[in-house]
């Protein structure tokens, strides 16, 4: 194990226990530290890393994760940054938007990401023929399940949402929700879920413009914002808690801001640069008088989802490490620790979504005939098509546009979607309810 890994492994064992430990009782829950290697890490974890506090001398050396302190997962330039970032309000100094930071990012020339981020994340991220589009549409539907699930439960986790993943589950999929929640929690979640559907639906279409931020904006707010302030641009002021950062408070700045930074980010080659840009841009001007942060985390996946990389869900985030990075941003332009947040939650999504891949498997028949599966289960439905008519109907496909090796296969993936196909699941196709009833009671 390298020494970052044991040092990280040291720091969580501190941080669980919450108290004050010596070497002897650090060793008792830690057997695979060597003393001297547990002084060298101790050490570091205080001097360097200041995530560490001692107490006592000799013998009586006492030590424990320092309260509040920044994760692991920042490196050493956004530590610094955190730890000014979480001195008392009154000791930092006001602000207010700035201009000047956004017209200084040339797309392409400037990065918030290093190189050898870009690179690991493109290796991690790219996917062949299991892309996020056609996993959504072909795959499983336990693929798509996955990722509504993950990031509508962790980008309202982040909110201050107190739904579990398993809740958020069983509402999402299931449709049961728990009687001892709060129904704007519910609402939350569900809206998250809607606007996702909405990003993989229109993922090839999608364009940076500031009507679909608006639409995103809309299906995350419906029911949380009175209608005057659901998808659009605000006319009054906001302020943002536990910050001395001041939004801007003009419509027709904002909407200009808004263009300004969807029309850079447009210009953006590179997918991850891409969305890391939005994320921070979009939450950093506020143009909407509230559920800003969520419209920024979706906005992020645009990117990925459009360039067929996997998506990023936020996980394993520590809502104070995600506020703290976000204030960074607010009150000092500095991107390190949001850069440092990003790049260990999408390594970590990635791993989550191979997963799933593999629990799943893969099917390279529904993949490769995917437009010309969907097209005829619409074509059987809304044609009511049952018995001899269906069966012809399938045949021509498969006489017209599917390889002769490949026909039983393509048959399979055609009888399986009409057998799951549900009113839940018929939207993505374009099909009425109506109809698909219709449909249904023809073939019962």
């Not at 064992?13 to 101790?42: C, D, M, P, Q, Y």
């Not at 914002?225 to 001041?246: F, H, P």
Request: charged residues 25%; proline residues 2%.
């Amino acid at each position: 194990m390298s020494k970052e890994s044991n040092k990280q492994k040291l720091f969580n064992l501190l941080e669980l226990n919450n108290e004050w430990l010596g070497l002897s009782a650090i060793l008792a829950l830690e057997h695979t530290f060597k003393e001297r290697t547990l002084r060298r890490l101790l050490s570091e974890l205080r001097d360097v890393d200041k995530l560490v506090e001692q107490q006592g001398k000799g013998r009586s050396t006492r030590y424990r994760a320092v309260l509040n302190s920044p994760s692991r997962i920042f490196g050493t330039k956004a530590n610094l940054v955190i730890q000014a970032i979480r001195k008392p309000i009154y000791e930092r100094s006001p602000v207010s938007y700035n201009k000047a930071w956004l017209d200084s990012y040339i797309p392409n020339k400037t990065f918030y990401f290093n190189e050898q981020q870009l690179n690991n994340m493109a290796i991690k991220g790219h996917r062949e023929s299991t892309e996020i589009i056609e996993v959504a549409g072909t795959y499983s539907k336990k693929i798509l399940n996955r990722l509504l699930i993950d990031l509508s439960y962790n980008s309202s986790r982040l909110e201050g949402n107190t739904y579990s993943i398993m809740d958020t589950e069983k509402l999402l999929i299931d449709g049961v929700r728990p009687t001892d929640k709060l129904d704007e929690e519910r609402v939350m979640l569900l809206n998250h879920k809607d606007a996702i559907e909405y990003l993989v639906r229109n993922a090839a279409k999608f364009e940076f413009t500031t009507s679909e931020i608006q639409t995103l904006h809309y299906l995350l707010s419906d029911g949380l914002l009175n209608a005057e302030y659901m998808g659009k641009i605000r006319n009054e002021g906001v302020r943002i808690g536990l910050s001395t950062y001041s939004p801007l408070e003009d419509k027709l700045r904002l909407t200009s801001c808004l263009n300004d930074i969807l029309l850079k980010a447009s210009q953006i080659i590179n997918p991850y640069e891409q969305s890391l840009f939005l994320l921070i841009h979009i939450a950093y001007l506020q143009p909407f008088m509230d559920v800003n942060k969520r419209t920024a985390r979706l906005s992020a996946n645009i990117p990925l989802i459009k360039q067929n990389k996997v998506p990023l869900s936020f996980n394993e985030l520590k809502k104070e490490d995600y506020i703290s990075a976000m204030l960074a941003v607010y009150e000092l332009n500095n991107v390190s620790a949001m850069v440092d947040l990003y790049y260990f939650s999408y390594l970590r999504t990635c791993q989550a979504y191979d997963a799933t891949v593999e629990s799943v498997g893969f099917d390279p028949i529904r993949v490769k005939y995917r437009l010309q599966r969907r097209a005829l289960v619409t074509i059987i439905i809304r044609g009511k098509l049952t018995g001899l008519d269906k069966k012809n109907s399938i045949a021509e496909v498969c006489h017209n546009d599917i390889h002769n090796d490949e026909h039983l296969q393509f048959i399979t993936s055609v009888e399986d979607d009409l057998r799951e196909l549900t009113v839940h699941t018929i939207a993505g196709l374009g099909i009425s309810q109506i109809e698909f009833k219709e449909w249904r009671s023809d073939n019962s």
